[in-house]
């Protein structure tokens, strides 16, 4: 596997570009809004998923496995990031998808079948079973999986485990490298992981940078995370997400970390995950593109645009505040999003 190294790994997150956004209404409020555009990290390794992916692909390398196995929907962001670093580092990747075969893929699971990506489909009560966490050994459809295509590095659906976390906390600490003044930064959460690897990486920037490790995957260690102050507002797509922000917590202790610098906003999730939206939230995103030219994805970055219209038009920040958007990509899956049933 032939994998980008730790330090160009870094270098990318540093260089993402930071867009002022020309967007009248946090004129009228007197907020500067910058957007983080990580959907530009890479062309195709767009957005949230190269960080989750990142730290995952480099325990694959260090374990020596040639495959990497993962989860998700047909119109998943991650299976299409891990599809295209198959392509890129030179390994074989596995997708295993909900549901029966269809007639006609997306055009999410076409790409990633011609970047080299083995679809797999399994019955959707099965799938539901095992992709909150990765494949392991004690689960028969290990065994089954095993046999058919051999052995594998098996990383849970959207990259959500603590390689995960550790690759977003970079998104963090890159923020924090720029040594400018923000009030807060905002971000769509999904599974919370990469709310989880931000709010982190701020609170541990100066262990993460002042980190030599000789071993390799050793730069980004964690630490605890002492500040009080909400930094990051996390804003979820998910209808019902009822115990997110403790599987959020969670996820932060796994890894030894503590804190109370993040905060969660469940009401902007428009209807829930990968569902038509409303009028008025279509009719925001056509206004606010018009407006800003930034393009946006319907399941995630929209959501967390609408939330920051609301509470800004709420004038929940004072006049003076500058506001960092996390844009975590998902541009891909826009095609055939309002002609498809999504789930
Ligand atoms: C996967 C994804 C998210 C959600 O990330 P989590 O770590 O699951 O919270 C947000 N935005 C985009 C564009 C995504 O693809």
Same mark, same amino acid.
């Given at each position: 596997?032939?994998?980008?190294?730790?330090?160009?790994?870094?270098?990318?997150?540093?260089?993402?570009?930071?867009?002022?956004?020309?967007?009248?209404?946090?004129?009228?409020?007197?907020?500067?809004?910058?957007?983080?555009?990580?959907?530009?990290?890479?062309?195709?390794?767009?957005?949230?998923?190269?960080?989750?992916?990142?730290?995952?692909?480099?325990?694959?390398?260090?374990?020596?496995?040639?495959?990497?196995?993962?989860?998700?929907?047909a119109?998943?962001?991650?299976?299409y990031?891990?599809?295209?670093?198959?392509?890129?580092?030179?390994?074989?990747?596995?997708?295993?998808?909900?549901?029966?075969?269809?007639?006609?893929?997306?055009?999410?699971l076409?790409?990633?079948?011609?970047?080299?990506?083995?679809?797999?489909?399994?019955?959707?009560?099965?799938?539901?079973?095992?992709?909150?966490?990765?494949?392991?050994?004690?689960?028969?459809?290990?065994?089954?999986?095993?046999?058919?295509?051999?052995d594998?590095?098996?990383?849970?659906?959207?990259?959500?485990?603590?390689?995960?976390?550790r690759?977003?906390?970079?998104?963090?600490?890159?923020?924090?490298?720029l040594?400018?003044?923000?009030t807060?930064?905002?971000?769509?959460?999904?599974?919370?992981?990469?709310?989880?690897?931000?709010?982190?990486?701020?609170?541990?920037?100066?262990?993460?940078?002042?980190?030599?490790?000789s071993?390799?995957?050793?730069?980004?260690?964690?630490?605890?995370?002492?500040?009080?102050t909400?930094?990051?507002?996390?804003?979820?797509?998910?209808?019902?997400?009822g115990?997110?922000g403790?599987?959020?917590?969670?996820?932060q202790? @796994?890894?030894?970390? /503590? +804190?109370?610098?993040?905060? #969660? %906003?469940?009401?902007?999730?428009?209807? =829930?995950?990968?569902?038509?939206?409303?009028?008025?939230?279509?009719?925001?995103?056509?206004?606010?593109?018009?407006?800003?030219?930034?393009?946006?994805?319907?399941?995630?970055?929209?959501?967390?645009?609408?939330g920051?219209?609301?509470?800004?038009?709420? @004038?929940?920040?004072? /006049? +003076?505040?500058?506001?960092? #958007? %996390?844009?975590?990509?998902?541009l891909? =899956?826009?095609?055939?999003?309002?002609?498809?049933?999504?789930?």
């Open positions: 596997m032939n994998l980008m190294s730790e330090d160009e790994f870094l270098q990318r997150a540093v260089s993402v570009p930071m867009q002022t956004l020309q967007w009248e209404l946090a004129k009228r409020k007197g907020v500067d809004v910058v957007v983080r555009r990580d959907d530009l990290v890479d062309s195709n390794l767009s957005g949230n998923k190269f960080y989750k992916l990142f730290y995952n692909l480099l325990q694959a390398k260090i374990g020596g496995y040639q495959q990497v196995l993962s989860f998700g929907g119109y998943s962001n991650h299976l990031a891990l599809a295209v670093a198959g392509r890129n580092f030179g390994f074989k990747t596995i997708g295993v998808i909900r549901g029966e075969r269809p007639k006609h893929l997306s055009p999410t076409q790409d990633a079948e011609r970047w080299g990506m083995q679809l797999h489909f399994i019955s959707r009560t099965n799938y539901r079973e095992h992709t909150q966490h990765a494949l392991s050994e004690m689960q028969p459809e290990y065994g089954e999986l095993v046999k058919i295509y051999g594998f590095y098996s990383i849970p659906e959207g990259g959500a485990n603590s390689q995960g976390l690759g977003a906390q970079v998104i963090g600490w890159a923020i924090q490298q040594k400018a003044e923000y807060a930064i905002c971000l769509a959460c999904g599974t919370g992981n990469t709310l989880a690897g931000v709010a982190a990486g701020i609170a541990n920037a100066e262990v993460i940078g002042s980190e030599i490790g071993e390799i995957g050793s730069k980004i260690s964690v630490a605890e995370v002492v500040t009080e909400p930094k990051v507002i996390g804003f979820s797509v998910l209808k019902g997400d115990d997110l403790e599987r959020i917590i969670t996820q202790q @796994n890894l030894g970390l /503590r +804190g109370n610098n993040w905060r #969660l %906003i469940s009401g902007y999730h428009a209807g =829930g995950y990968a569902k038509k939206l409303p009028n008025v939230v279509q009719e925001f995103s056509h206004v606010l593109e018009r407006e800003t030219m930034l393009q946006l994805d319907p399941v995630y970055t929209l959501k967390m645009f609408y920051v219209a609301q509470l800004l038009a709420l @004038n929940y920040w004072p /006049r +003076g505040s500058r506001l960092i #958007l %996390i844009h975590t990509g998902g891909q =899956g826009r095609r055939g999003f309002n002609t498809a049933a999504l789930l």
